[in-house]
Structure formats: structure tokens, C-alpha cells
């Protein structure tokens, strides 16, 4: 049942692909918190995925648009006023992939063309999308942007890859525009740093599975998995919130501020040699 923290509001949220995606249960959270919403995809996900279902449950229009395209997002703010009755009070950007990742293409060996549609994916898109809305100031003021991250923006993982430059780059963007955003029409910027969560997206990162499940024992709280991250998006979206921005905000279970736990020291103790190749050379992962 919900509170109606977002009661009148009217959200854009992009990138719910299926019922695994964060974005899907933020649509989810945010229409049971009052809100009136549009939705947004790539055309080919929106035929792949399954987000007319979900558009259907939720009585929310599906807007197919390339968030890299400055017109496709011209056009989704445009439509999403129209279709809402008014400005747009909160946004989710939820969007992230690599072709390198899926290539399986290691960081010291990365297709640069592949990084920069990794790049412009991942974080430029989220720049565009903030530029568009500002100039055609589609967005209320006071109003709500966020985008999610992960802490690789900050620290090294391996087999995250490039992504981790487009979250350190995304992060970087929501600082620059939250202070030209704020100062200007009071909007708040932000991205929220979320536990590794078993997303479409996510699963595709090499060793997922095993980051998964040392982030959970590491964390005193354990992951936060996609449901609870569409709460902190919530109370992100509400007036609750009207005096933070700028910021990155873990919702991690603790882990981003953990040493060392003694579950994960135990499980050091059981080996740490030295991962090798078929011809005995040292892989550094």
C-alpha cells in the first residue's frame, strides 16, 4: 500500500525492459505512490522486452525513443507533457550497456569504438537528456532527476570494464548539471550507487554471480536488491528530499564503506593462488 509521497507528480522513467529491470519496479512504486508516469525505451527493446505489459498494468503510454538521439528525447518530454497534462516532476534514467562487456573484450584490450557507444549509452545520454528537458524547461521546478550507478565508478572490479568510466562519467555529469540545474529552477540531480543486482543488464558482467554473492557477505545489510533501490528512488522523487543534490547515494547494504568483513577473510583463508592460463601465465583479474 502506498503513501502517496507522489501524489499529483508526473514522472518519465527510462529503461524498464522486463520484469527484472530497477526502472520496472520504479514504475511500479511510483504509480502506487500517485504518480502519473510515461515510459521509455529503445524501439527494439520495447518490441523484445516486455514493457507494454507493463505499460498496460500501469495505464502509462510507452514512448519507443533512442535516449542517445537529442531529437528521439525532444520528443519524449514533449509527448510526456502533453500525454501528463503538464511539466514533468521527476525522471529516472536507468540505462547502461557495453559492447565490450558483451564481446567479452578485456579492459586492456577494449574496441574504442565499441567505448564510445558504451559511453554515450551508459552517461552522455543522461547529459542529453538533462540538456533537452532544460532548454525546453519541461521540468518543474523543485523537480527530481536521477540516474543509477555503481560503485565501480570508484573502485576497480573485475570484469566491470568500461562501464565503470561511463558510471564515473555519469556521476560527474549529475554533480556539473545539479549545480547549474538547482541554482537555476531548484531541480535536484542525483545518482544512486545500487548493490549488484541481478538485472538483464547485469547478468551480462563477467563473474556476476560471484560479485553478487561476495558483495552480499561483505555488506553488514546484505545487497539491497531491485525493490528496495525503487523505495530509495521514491523518496528520492518526493518533497522529502527537496535539499539534496549533487550527491552519488549508496544504497549498498554498507558494503561501500567495508574493509573487510570476516565472513570474506574466511573465505580468503581457503585459497588466494594465483589464477594462471593454459600456458602458466599469471592472469591479473
Not at 504518480?35 to 514493457?51: D, Q, S, Y
Not at 507533457?81 to 521527476?90: M, S, V
Not at 561483505?218 to 518533497?239: K, Q, R, T, W
Not at 558494503?255 to 573487510?260: N, Q, T, Y
Request: aromatic share 8%; proline share 2%.
Amino acid at each position: 500500500m502506498g503513501n502517496n509521497l507522489l501524489q499529483g507528480k508526473r514522472g518519465i522513467i527510462f529503461g524498464a525492459l522486463n520484469n527484472m529491470s530497477i526502472a520496472w519496479k520504479v514504475a511500479e512504486r511510483a504509480v502506487e505512490e500517485g504518480a502519473t508516469i510515461t515510459l521509455t525505451n529503445t524501439p527494439i527493446a520495447v518490441r523484445m522486452g516486455t514493457t507494454n505489459e507493463l505499460g498496460e498494468k500501469l495505464n502509462a503510454e510507452i514512448i519507443p525513443a533512442d535516449a542517445t538521439s537529442v531529437e528521439d528525447l525532444q520528443t519524449v518530454f514533449e509527448k510526456s507533457q502533453e500525454i501528463l497534462g503538464g511539466k514533468i516532476d521527476f525522471v529516472l534514467h536507468s540505462i547502461g550497456m557495453s559492447p565490450n562487456v558483451r564481446k567479452k573484450r578485456t579492459y586492456d584490450d577494449l574496441d574504442y569504438s565499441m567505448l564510445s557507444t558504451t559511453l554515450d549509452v551508459s552517461a552522455i545520454s543522461f547529459h542529453k537528456m538533462i540538456q533537452v528537458a532544460k532548454k525546453m524547461d519541461a521540468i518543474s521546478d523543485g523537480g527530481s532527476i536521477l540516474a543509477l550507478s555503481y560503485v565501480a565508478a570508484q573502485r576497480t572490479f573485475f570484469g566491470y570494464n568500461d562501464m565503470a568510466d561511463a558510471k564515473s562519467l555519469l556521476e560527474s555529469i549529475a554533480r556539473s548539471f545539479g549545480y547549474i540545474y538547482g541554482r537555476e529552477k531548484g531541480v535536484r540531480v542525483n545518482t544512486i550507487s545500487q548493490s549488484p543486482t541481478m538485472t538483464t543488464a547485469g547478468s551480462g558482467v563477467k563473474g556476476m554471480e560471484n560479485l553478487f554473492d561476495f558483495s552480499n557477505k561483505m555488506s553488514p545489510l546484505g545487497n539491497a536488491n531491485a525493490e528496495e533501490c525503487a523505495n530509495y528512488c521514491i523518496v528520492m522523487f518526493s518533497d522529502l528530499t527537496k535539499k539534496v543534490t549533487m550527491q552519488n547515494l549508496f544504497h549498498d547494504g554498507g558494503f561501500s564503506s567495508m574493509g573487510m568483513s570476516l565472513r570474506a577473510m574466511n573465505q580468503y583463508e581457503k585459497g588466494m593462488d594465483e589464477f594462471k592460463d593454459e600456458n602458466g601465465n599469471i592472469i591479473y583479474g
